[in-house]
Structures are given as structure tokens and as C-alpha cells.
């Protein structure tokens, strides 16, 4: 799976602020450090014959697991632990890829299709908490958002770039951020369980920056494919006059 992965790149909107940058440079070293921190466990994988699509298999098994088995009975602790010990599978196995010279087609398009799933598992876990032993039918609804609306956010990239569009946009909420965001407060909530006073009230509180800030994102990337379509469309439109396009 690819923690940060919503599609290939771009900025906010026609605007690249500095606190994209940041968020940009924060992920390039963040994932230089576990590069470094897992490349020898990548290496005893390669020797052992595992392949790097059997990495991405496991590590998506792992967190489907740990969504649907302990998210829908409210031991959010122990869930999201399982979770991201099964989330760094991602960096595995992109670096066995690239130390076997493997990088291929079918590898990035297999990751980020589980990717989907696994996030699906991740808020469809907290859904059938909240629709049953949470009993909150308005929590329930804005995680049911939360999974729909990642999975637009991450299909209106797939889509403009598949009609010839750069998408070049990033949202203000992508995988990364309500991957964290949901992840940590999933933990800590879960902290209640030994004994840590009215720490539950984080999730719900994730939940709705998650919801809002994919909505924002999903407007963001709307905004952007609609404005490059245009801007394509008129170049393919323009007709010489005077040995000049228009």
C-alpha cells in the first residue's frame, strides 16, 4: 500500500503554497528515513524468495484484518497497532522493487488499487462500530463519507489523467494526511480502555477534519480538471489565422 499515494502529483489548485512545500519536503524525508530504517529486512525478503507483490498482498490481508476484526468491536488501540505495523508494507515492498530492478506497470497499478481496498476496510471497520456498539448513526454517516469521498478524491486524479489531463493539483486532505490523521486518533482513543479519562472524543473529532478536508480536496480537484479540460480543449480547438493560433 502507499501511504501517500492519491495519483501522481501536482498543487493546490494553480497555487503552490508553502505549506505544500513543507508537506512535500516532510514526506520526502520521511520516506528516506524508513528507506534506510527497512532496506535490510527488504534484502532478507529478496534472499528468502518472497516477491515484492507478495509483500503488497500480506501488508493489505494485514490491515483488512485489523480494520474488520477489532474496529467494529471498539478496541481501536489494538486495531490501528495491527494496522500500522501492516501500513509499512509499502516501503517493503517499493524497495524490493527497486533492488530487484523490478519497478513495472502492473506493481504501481496492483498497490494502488489495494490501497483502496484497504482503506475501505479502514473506515468500514469505524462505520459498523458506530452503526452498532458506538450507536451513533451521525458518526456512522460522516465515516460512511469519509470512505466514499476518499475514493473519489483518489478516482477524479485517475480519471482527468486518463482523458489526457496533468491533474496538477494537491488537495488539502490526500491519502497521506487522512490516513494520520484517522490512524492516530483511532490510537488514542483506544487509550481509553486503560483507563486515560474522555481521550475517546479524538475520533470523532478526526472523523469530521477528515470529512471536511476531503471535501475541500474533492472540490479542489474538480476545480482544477475542469479549468485544464477548458484550457485543453481551446488549444485543440484554435485555428491558424495569419500563420498565428488563436
Same mark, same amino acid.
Given at each position: 500500500?502507499? +501511504?501517500?499515494?492519491?495519483?501522481?502529483?501536482?498543487? !493546490?489548485?494553480?497555487?503552490? +503554497?508553502?505549506? $505544500?512545500?513543507?508537506?512535500?519536503?516532510?514526506?520526502?524525508y520521511a520516506r528516506a528515513f524508513f528507506t534506510r530504517v527497512l532496506t535490510p529486512f527488504a534484502a532478507l525478503l529478496i534472499r528468502l524468495g518472497v516477491s515484492p507483490d507478495a509483500v503488497t498482498l500480506t501488508g493489505t490481508g494485514g490491515v483488512i484484518a485489523g480494520a474488520l476484526v477489532f474496529y467494529p468491536r471498539g478496541e481501536?488501540? @489494538?486495531?490501528?497497532?495491527?494496522?500500522?505495523?501492516?501500513?509499512?508494507?509499502? !516501503?517493503?515492498?517499493?524497495?524490493?522493487?527497486?533492488?530487484?530492478?523490478?519497478?513495472?506497470? @502492473?506493481?504501481?497499478?496492483?498497490?494502488? $488499487?489495494?490501497?483502496?481496498?484497504?482503506?475501505?476496510?479502514?473506515?468500514?471497520?469505524?462505520? !459498523? @462500530?458506530?452503526?452498532?456498539?458506538?450507536?451513533?448513526?451521525? !458518526?456512522?454517516?460522516? $465515516?460512511?463519507?469519509c470512505l466514499t469521498s476518499?475514493?473519489?478524491?483518489?478516482? $477524479?486524479?485517475?480519471?482527468?489523467e486518463s482523458i489526457g489531463l496533468p491533474v496538477n493539483v494537491n488537495g488539502l486532505v490526500e491519502r497521506a494526511e487522512r490516513l494520520v490523521i484517522s490512524l492516530v486518533a483511532c490510537g488514542l482513543s483506544g487509550l481509553h480502555m486503560f483507563g486515560v479519562p474522555h481521550i475517546e472524543i479524538l475520533l470523532p473529532i478526526a472523523l469530521w477534519i477528515v470529512a471536511v478536508g476531503s471535501f475541500v480536496t474533492l472540490v479542489q480537484r474538480v476545480v482544477t480538471v475542469r479549468r485544464e479540460a477548458a484550457e485543453a480543449d481551446a488549444t485543440e480547438h484554435a485555428v491558424p489565422q495569419g500563420g498565428e493560433t488563436r
Open positions: 500500500m502507499a +501511504p501517500g499515494y492519491d495519483g501522481p502529483a501536482g498543487g !493546490l489548485l494553480t497555487i503552490r +503554497p508553502v505549506s $505544500t512545500t513543507g508537506k512535500a519536503m516532510l514526506n520526502k481501536f488501540f @489494538w486495531g490501528t497497532v495491527v494496522i500500522t505495523l501492516f501500513v509499512f508494507s509499502d !516501503l517493503i515492498d517499493g524497495n524490493m522493487a527497486r533492488q530487484l530492478g523490478r519497478s513495472s506497470r @502492473w506493481g504501481a497499478f496492483l498497490d494502488s $488499487t489495494l490501497d483502496r481496498v484497504a482503506d475501505g476496510a479502514i473506515f468500514g471497520g469505524l462505520a !459498523l @462500530w458506530y452503526a452498532g456498539g458506538g450507536d451513533d448513526n451521525v !458518526l456512522c454517516a460522516v $465515516t460512511i463519507f476518499g475514493q473519489v478524491v483518489s478516482y $477524479t486524479k485517475a480519471r482527468g
